[in-house]
């Protein structure tokens, strides 16, 4: 499954409701079926630390290694890949 | 409630100003100016436009604005924000400046407005647009978030070219930072509970590390950082607390970022007027904000080693016998 962010949140990603939602209704179902998500970062210029934890943090705090097999990141500017592997890290650390 | 907007009310000068408001009778609100020249910074509107809109519109009053400069309180939208008649008038061809007007932001869908809304009207160029684009996103979500205002966020921007700075300035009147931070973690005082907000993962939302799925308590760090690795200034006054970060020395490269507040170069004060809500103000230099993936990455360090520390305190220690 790909989740393209740019057509949900804009190209700049900060609404935490929209990241939400994405977490609720796609991500953690499809973790709950072992599927892979592919999120689609492509013209997304950046993304608040905010949005980025509402989107993925319960995933790893619930499901540990199994969201970081499942979880794909596609396309990511350097900055939202920054604070993706912020968010990653320090949930590692909780 | 009395307030003076003077000739210098800039973020260094923040405690004049605070010297100025006089939060008694907060069902009238008066605001005086300098007669000669006023020069205030958003943050300063910002404050104005927030009070303005607990009281009835009846009870705000503005002395006449004799100061020539006074034309930029009208640019701002500070007299349509105060339910009052201008006293100036703007050119339609007047070319646009590199502001944002008074704004009230009370959903997100605004807030994403907002967002997408100022950059091309701060005439900044991409590159530039990220930091500020993070520090309204993190800032404003706070205030529809955690204040539970009515009113919502009442924002401000100006953007001095010589200079390279955007100058920002949030505020609602809702619970204020330590009625939202004692929901989980105790502070028994407005200045003790504005250092827990600034503290790595610390949310008024819950006592758990790392927080909840919707909070992380990494907002307000994350901005304290970038202003301190700008070297800019950083307001936010709560309650009676103040604490204002200060300009620290240059140094080459990045600094090494603090985790604990108290240790970064700032002023405070717990003896403040009080203020029924919440106050950031920020000045942030875009050459700094130029490297904002490396920024990102110091910030990523410090907050990640916060959390590990933090946790660490928790460990059950062995017996020893």
Not at chain 1, 43 to 51: C, E, K, R
Request: include cysteine; proline fraction near 4%.
């Amino acid at each position: 499954m790909t989740i393209t962010i740019r057509k949900a949140a804009g190209t700049f990603a900060e609404n935490k409701d929209v990241a939400r939602e994405i977490r609720i209704k796609k991500i953690m179902p499809a973790i709950a079926k072992d599927r892979e998500i592919i999120l689609d970062f492509t013209d997304v210029t950046g993304a608040t630390q905010s949005f980025i934890h509402a989107l993925i943090s319960d995933a790893i705090r619930q499901n540990r290694v199994k969201a970081f097999d499942l979880l794909l990141y596609k396309n990511c500017s350097p900055i939202v890949k920054e604070i993706i592997t912020t968010v990653t890290e320090y949930m590692q650390e909780s | 409630m009395k307030l003076f907007l003077s000739n210098a009310d800039y973020l260094r000068n923040f405690e004049a100003f605070l010297r100025s408001f006089d939060p008694a009778k907060p069902s009238e609100l008066s605001i005086a100016t300098h007669k000669k020249w006023i020069n205030v910074h958003p943050v300063v509107l910002s404050i104005v436009a927030a009070l303005a809109h607990t009281v009835h519109p009846s009870k705000v009053t503005i002395s006449d604005v004799t100061a020539t400069s006074g034309h930029y309180l009208a640019r701002m939208g500070l007299f349509e924000s105060l339910g009052k008649k201008s006293p100036f008038k703007i050119s339609e061809h007047e070319s646009a400046g590199r502001f944002i007007p008074l704004t009230q932001i009370r959903t997100q869908k605004e807030q994403t407005n907002f967002i997408t809304d100022m950059i091309p009207l701060l005439h900044m160029n991409p590159q530039q647009a990220d930091a500020i684009k993070y520090m309204v996103g993190e800032l404003v979500r706070n205030v529809l978030e955690h204040s539970r205002s009515k009113y919502g966020a009442f924002v401000a921007a100006q953007y001095y070219a010589k200079t390279n700075i955007v100058r920002l300035g949030i505020c609602d009147t809702g619970i204020g930072i330590r009625q939202s931070i004692n929901q989980s973690w105790p502070a028994k005082t407005h200045l003790k509970a504005i250092k827990l907000a600034l503290t790595p993962g610390i949310t008024g939302t819950t006592t758990r590390e790392g927080g909840t799925e919707a909070n992380a308590g990494a907002g307000l760090f994350f901005i304290k950082s970038m202003a301190m690795v700008a070297r800019d200034y950083l307001v936010i006054y709560s309650g009676s607390g103040l604490y204002k970060l200060t300009k620290r020395k240059r140094t080459k490269g990045l600094p090494h970022l603090r985790i604990n507040p108290n240790q970064d170069k700032h002023s405070e004060t717990d003896k403040a007027p009080i203020f029924p809500g919440t106050v950031v103000g920020i000045d942030i230099s875009l050459e700094k904000t130029n490297e904002f993936t490396a920024l990102l990455a110091v910030i990523r360090e410090a907050y990640t080693r916060a959390v590990k520390e933090r946790r660490k305190q928790h460990y059950q220690q062995p017996r020893f016998i």
